[in-house]
């Protein structure tokens, strides 16, 4: 696991940006996996700022609320066309997100599934953090061996998303998103995390023992992990002075 820290949000989504830029330059056929919320809003800007070339690249969405049409304001769906797809040249097609509305929800998850293997599987799958450490909506407790599949969302989550919901009382009580076995296939997976109040969840992920308590634990068993953070968010981290050498003195070749 690399842990990249950086001053402020604006710079740590610059490198994220950069890594995934450098990886559509030299695979414009490339797989992405995608992430929602609040975090991964500064990367999709600069994303978008770069003007790449995106015609080719397949995206899948990690998860959506169960329950919520596609044209709701909070979905997952207009997240994505709002904030990032209607900025680019991806074509429609190339985007997935699961279906949150469909009557047999375990026969969409089953096709998501396929499609990603259809699809090559994913090259990159951006991820943030539930500030109870869950991924996608892996929530704690979650069987770090699951698959596409329909989760109930912890209180603690709907309290945090109350926020663009006008409410908690407004929040659905489930979503679709990928397992975290699922999760666990991309070839490259990148975290970004941003603020205080997801220190603790970065820190139990990162230098913790591997549990579903706090399902980002288990990018501890993945081969290529990139972790991007703020100084906020690295602030409980026991080993954050070793990670900014480690960065500050990265060999050249090695560089992002
Ligand atoms: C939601 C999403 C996650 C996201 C998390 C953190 O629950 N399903 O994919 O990482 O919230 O959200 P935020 O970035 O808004 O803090």
């Known amino acids: 696991m690399e842990i990249i820290i950086q001053p402020d949000p604006a710079a740590a989504a610059e490198i994220a940006a950069?890594?995934?830029?450098?990886?559509?330059?030299?695979?414009?056929?490339?797989?992405?996996?995608l992430a929602t919320g609040g975090t991964p809003l500064r990367l999709y800007c600069e994303l978008v700022k770069m003007k790449l070339d995106w015609r080719k690249i397949t995206t899948f969405n990690?998860?959506?609320?169960?329950?919520?049409?596609?044209?709701?304001?909070?979905?997952?769906?207009?997240?994505?066309?709002?904030?990032f797809f209607r900025h680019i040249n991806i074509a429609g097609n190339n985007t997935h997100i699961p279906n949150g509305m469909a009557k047999d929800i375990p026969a969409i998850c089953e096709r998501y599934e396929k499609k990603i293997r259809a699809a090559?599987?994913?090259?990159?799958?951006?991820?943030?953090?539930?500030?109870?450490?869950?991924?996608?909506?892996?929530?704690?407790?979650?069987?770090?061996?699951?698959?596409?599949?329909i989760k109930t969302l912890t209180p603690r989550t709907r309290r945090d998303n109350a926020r663009f919901f006008g409410g908690e009382k407004n929040v659905p009580h489930h979503a679709v998103?990928?397992?975290?076995?699922?999760?666990?296939?991309?070839?490259?997976?990148?975290?970004?995390?941003?603020?205080?109040?997801?220190?603790?969840?970065?820190?139990?992920a990162a230098e913790g023992p591997v549990t579903a308590r706090n399902p980002a634990s288990v990018l501890q068993m993945h081969p290529k992990v990139t972790v991007c953070l703020d100084a906020a968010a690295a602030s409980c981290l026991e080993m954050k002075?070793?990670?900014?050498?480690?960065?500050?003195?990265?060999?050249?070749?090695?560089?992002?």
């Open 18 to 33: 950069r890594l995934i830029a450098r990886l559509i330059r030299e695979k414009p056929g490339a797989v992405l996996g």
């Open 120 to 149: 090559g599987g994913i090259d990159l799958q951006l991820l943030g953090i539930g500030t109870d450490g869950h991924i996608g909506f892996n929530e704690p407790s979650s069987s770090l061996a699951s698959r596409t599949r």
């Open 62 to 83: 990690l998860d959506e609320y169960a329950g919520l049409p596609s044209q709701h304001p909070q979905s997952y769906h207009s997240f994505m066309r709002e904030k």
């Open 241 to 256: 002075k070793y990670y900014r050498w480690v960065y500050e003195n990265k060999p050249d070749w090695q560089n992002i």
């Open 177 to 204: 998103t990928m397992g975290i076995g699922t999760i666990l296939e991309a070839r490259h997976c990148l975290l970004l995390a941003f603020g205080r109040k997801k220190a603790r969840a970065i820190a139990a």
